[in-house]
């Protein structure tokens, strides 16, 4: 493939500015049925999200998707978030359990606004056949099915289905896939996504690999609806998981879904944890995210998001931080 790149490789080249104030610059997008702030989305990671924070989100009008690894909650979370008159937003997997938990939520008519399915290799039968089993029993679900990183699985799951792919295997940060396996789109997932963005129809979530809030941009550029987003959301006072204090300094753990920490067992480990550092409150990050997001649609030369997919770029080889750290 040519023209292989990552984020730290591009920059976004400024257009002339229509506004007086970045103020003026509308974050929002349309995601499904709903409108969002951002077009941002913490990772459905045990240690990203749980259900105080889904409420958080789902209240001031973010999108938000919870994990699945505490399976038998998900019908009472959907539920419980329904009776809030919030949106409900969950991750299923594809093994025969999920196959009968779809069927309870039909039977039992709980029916959430979005459905992730979320494995490490969703170019495969087993997810077109769960998308197929939920379009089936639930039609009126969102279903977002992933991760993919081809073209080719973005056309199969759409063809199944899917109302949008998640691309993006082997960029975290607490991913280890590409070193495990040789595979993935890590070291130039934003290449991998314009590739993904040029055969899809339907909405692209880019996922992992974000450093930066400048990444944000970079991802609706090549061609993302949504970007989810782990590591910066790790370590907030609201996060879930582990706090720990090392030379006077506080740190939240941050673990893989497929780590040994979230499987509880050393098989077919494809991810590590890592301690980041405490960064305060999940509202102050979501606001500075609104802020540098609507800087970079003045930048582009507009007032809305959709200035940013339009704009000239230059592909400056792993130079544009200059041996500086990122912060
Ligand atoms: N985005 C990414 O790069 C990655 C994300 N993850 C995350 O980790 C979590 C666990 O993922 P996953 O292990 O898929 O979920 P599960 O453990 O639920 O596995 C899902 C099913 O897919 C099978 N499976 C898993 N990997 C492969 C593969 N490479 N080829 C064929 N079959 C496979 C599993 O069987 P069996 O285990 O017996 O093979 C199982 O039947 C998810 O949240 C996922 O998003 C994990 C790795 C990469
Ligand atoms: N290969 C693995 N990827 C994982 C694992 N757990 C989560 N993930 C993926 O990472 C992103 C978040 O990336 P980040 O760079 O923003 O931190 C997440 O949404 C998953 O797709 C894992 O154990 N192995």
Redesign the pocket.
Known sequence: MENVFDYEDIQLIPAKCIVDSRSECDTSVKFGKHTFKLPVVPANMQTIIDEKIAIYLAENGYFYVMHRFEPETRAAFIQDMQKRGLIASISV???EEEYAFIEQLAKEEIIPDYITI????GH?N?VIHMIQHIKKLIPQSFVIAG?VGTPEAVRELENAGADATKV???P?KV?I?KIKTGF?TGGWQLAALRWCAKAASKPIIA??GIRTHGDIAKSIRFGATMVMIGSLFAGHEESPGETIERDGKLYKEYF???SEFQKGEKK?V??KRMHVEHKGSLQDTLVEMEQDLQSSISYAGGNKLDAIRNVDYVIVKNSIFNGDKVY
């Open positions: 997997g594809v093994k979320d494995i490490a290799h495969s087993a991760n993006g295997i082997g975290g991913c896939t993935g996922d992992g893989g879904s497929a077919n494809e991810g």
